[in-house]
């Protein structure tokens, strides 16, 4: 059974960075695509970012576009959301979630994906 547990969430200061982690067992994260997710208070759960499988392709939300970088590191079986220049609309619980067969087109679809983890709050506050 696939699980996925994030980390690395915190209070930070705006214009600061934070590096969530996702880290999965169960199976190689190398053969999952992997979305980033974010939930503020009252609103709707959003996509943020994604990695194919093998993380030959990786999107962007526009909101994310220049300021936050996806990877994957196959040896630690995570995958990684570095944030930089945070703003205070940043804050949120940010989940990561997983499919074995999602393709890179439909990756902002939080639909098309079977595992989640349990989130990790992150608040941009001075």
């Known amino acids: 059974q696939l699980q996925l547990v994030e980390s690395g969430g915190g209070l930070v200061q705006p214009g600061g960075s934070l590096r969530l982690s996702c880290a999965a067992s169960?199976?190689?994260?190398?053969?999952?695509?992997i979305g980033w997710f974010r939930q503020a208070p009252g609103k709707e759960r959003e996509w943020v970012s994604c990695i194919s499988k093998s993380g030959g392709t990786t999107n962007y939300a526009d909101s994310a576009k220049g300021r936050f970088t996806i990877s994957r590191d196959n040896a630690k079986n995570t995958v990684y959301l570095q944030m930089n220049s945070l703003k205070p609309e940043d804050t949120a619980v940010y989940y990561c979630a997983a499919d074995q067969n999602l393709q890179p087109r439909y990756c902002s679809d939080r639909a098309g994906y079977d595992y989640w983890g349990q989130g990790t709050q992150v608040t941009v506050s001075s």
């Open positions: 169960g199976f190689t994260v190398d053969y999952l695509a």
